[in-house]
């Protein structure tokens, strides 16, 4: 019986050692890829393989390969840089990136550039293009040009991005400020702005002001010219009815006059004034 008991033990032990090996196997030849990511494999005998390995769990041979896992959603980034304009205007520039990896280039990009390659790419090559589109406007198209400009960059960045793999699903213009030469240069310029509008008002109120004055003295002249007609046409007639209606006029004032007045009463001084 106890010999028994030893080889039932021995095979007992047998068995263990040899499933705990087969686990063990097991368990280092298994890896899960999760949603949003994909795998690239490392062989110790071929190197990269062409083939990344979609979500799920995939059996690898332990020590021979292991896996690299790669995030494929789409990542923001923020790319600031300084640069000039066509007119010598430095200006402080922001861009926001919507990035990804090409899923089918990813053992290519696993080999080129490793798995921080937006980190490796994307700020070089965004302050290059940048620099590049800026340098094409002065610095007040930048303001008034501002959808065509983040559309010649994104166009430019994305050409580019593809040259390694990374793709772009948006590009935009974040932030856009000017040095402290460039905002006084506007303040003076709005400045003479104003003054030129003033004095543009100014030079149109003289106008103005002559042709009105012109317009004032053809129309004394044209009152004369008729007067001295009349005076020709009808005698010293008009002048003593002139006369007549200066009198009423004064003797009206006179009479709505608080203060009193004295007149002669042995003539009319109103209907002998003179003519002369």
Sequence with gaps: MSNNAVNLLNNVAKWAAGL??????????LY??????????FDRLQGVLEESKGEGMHIMIPWLQSPTIFDIRTRPRSISSVTGTKDLQMVN??????????????PTIFKNLGTDFDERVLPSIGN????????????????????????????ALTTRAA?????????????????DEFARAIEVKQVAQQEAERSKFVVMKSEQEKRAA????????????????????????????????????????????????????????LLSVSGK
């Design 93 to 106: 520039i922001s861009l926001r990136v919507l990035s990804k990896p090409n899923v089918e280039q990813l």
């Design 32 to 41: 899960t890829v999760d949603g949003g990511e994909r795998a690239v494999i």
């Design 20 to 29: 705990g090996v087969l686990g063990s196997i097991a368990q280092n030849g």
């Design 214 to 269: 012109v317009i004032r003295a053809e129309g004394e002249s044209e009152a004369a010219k008729l007067i001295s007609d009349a005076t020709k046409s009808s005698g010293p007639g008009l002048l003593e009815l002139r006369r007549i209606e200066a009198a009423r006029e004064i003797a009206q004032n006179l009479a709505r006059s608080r203060n009193v007045v004295y007149l002669p009463g042995q003539t009319n001084m």
């Design 163 to 179: 040259d390694f793999n990374i793709l772009l699903d948006d590009v935009a213009l974040t932030h856009l400020s000017f040095g």
């Design 128 to 155: 290059e293009v940048l620099k590049s589109v800026v340098a094409q406007y002065n610095a007040a198209e930048l303001l008034t040009l501002r959808d065509q400009v983040s559309l010649k960059v994104k166009q």
